[in-house]
């Protein structure tokens, strides 16, 4: 089993920056993938960005983050962040952390690829 707990949710400004963190405890996978989702009250869940290690480092974003967005992991921390800048109102979501066994490209933006999943954290962006 894998443990996610999300942190670093909060309330910010347009325009503003904030960075949320997801710490991993539990089975480690030597080739893996994580991502982070976001969901709004009656929608579904959205791909946001995920990373993946296969011996070399690949990042995959959703368009609407492109460019804004950066996904990083600290494996001696088991530590996932995603690096949130130049924040709109439309970014207001529950963002959560996923983790999988690594997944193939076509496979990464799809939440029901992911086994082991976040509680969640909440981000707001005023306007």
């Known amino acids: 089993q894998v443990q996610l707990v999300e942190s670093g949710g909060g309330l910010v400004q347009a325009g503003g920056s904030l960075r949320v963190s997801c710490a991993a405890s539990?089975?480690?996978?030597?080739?893996?993938?994580m991502g982070w989702f976001r969901q709004t009250s009656g929608q579904e869940r959205d791909f946001v960005a995920a990373i993946s290690w296969s011996g070399t480092t690949s990042t995959n974003y959703a368009d609407s983050v492109k460019g804004r967005f950066t996904i990083s992991t600290d494996n001696a921390k088991n530590t996932v962040y995603l690096q949130m800048n130049s924040l709109k109102p439309e970014d207001t979501a529950i963002y959560y952390c996923a983790a999988n066994a690594w997944l193939p490209l076509g496979a990464r933006r799809n939440d029901y690829n992911y086994k082991y999943w976040g509680q969640g954290t909440q981000l707001s962006v005023s306007s």
């Open positions: 539990g089975r480690t996978f030597s080739w893996f993938t």
